[in-house]
């Protein structure tokens, strides 16, 4: 999970071909870090930041998004973190 840190002080952009439109990805790489959070202490609120980040990613990486959803949802809050984990890791590519 370090690597999320080491993510969020990178200025590089990141790419994808999974990317359908424009992405601020200043505010993904803060708010995945703010969810990431919110995951690692347990809190009932994390599905506010991942709402958030859905709108922000829009239609991107559809299959991290509904697994993440899915763990937050079920308050699996540890499988949530290593799957956005994942998706921050995708979002490096």
Do not use: C, H
Not at 28 to 47: E, M, P, R, Y
């Amino acid at each position: 999970l370090a690597s999320v840190s080491a993510f969020a002080a990178s200025k590089k952009k990141p790419s994808s071909t999974t990317v359908d439109a424009p992405i601020d990805w200043d505010s993904v790489k803060t708010l995945g870090n703010k969810l990431l959070a919110k995951l690692q202490s347990g809190d009932g609120n994390s599905a506010e930041y991942l709402t958030e980040l859905e709108k922000l990613l829009e239609g991107s990486f559809l299959d991290n998004r509904t697994t993440l959803r899915e763990l937050v949802d079920d308050f699996e809050f540890d499988s949530a973190a290593i799957e956005l984990q994942r998706l921050m890791d995708k979002l490096r590519q």
